[in-house]
């Protein structure tokens, strides 16, 4: 059995980690990605979850997958068996805000991954 990255490392990638959004037939997924760990997952577009003065949707993003690369760890599901998974998830919701990952563009909400 492989060991599970460390707190302070996820918590790393998820603050810091490259970023990449992409429109697949199931939906909206993300992938972050450092020097070893690996995370990807649904992101998916709540438009009842307005926030802010502006018609912006709330984003619900949902860990699918969390890799290490330097132990083999790889788990697959919606809650990974990781120290502080429910502070892992504050700071996923603040890195994928809709704030930062929305952008008006021609009257609609364009999404972006420059977060």
């Not at 697959?76 to 919701?93: F, H, M, T, V």
Request: with cysteine; charged share 25%.
């Amino acid at each position: 059995m492989s060991l599970s990255p460390a707190h302070h490392e996820v918590m790393e990638l998820v603050n810091t980690g490259d970023l990449l959004l992409a429109h697949e037939p199931e939906g909206i997924r993300f992938y972050l990605r450092d020097k070893q760990i690996t995370m990807t997952g649904r992101l998916i577009i709540r438009p009842d979850w307005n926030e802010g003065p502006d018609d912006r949707p709330g984003l619900m993003p949902v860990i699918q997958k969390l890799e290490d690369g330097d132990t083999g760890y790889c788990e697959a599901g919606c809650e990974p068996a990781i120290e502080g998974l429910s502070r892992i998830y504050d700071a996923l919701r603040t890195r994928l805000a809709p704030s930062r990952l929305f952008r008006r563009q021609n009257g609609r909400w364009m999404l972006t991954a420059h977060a």
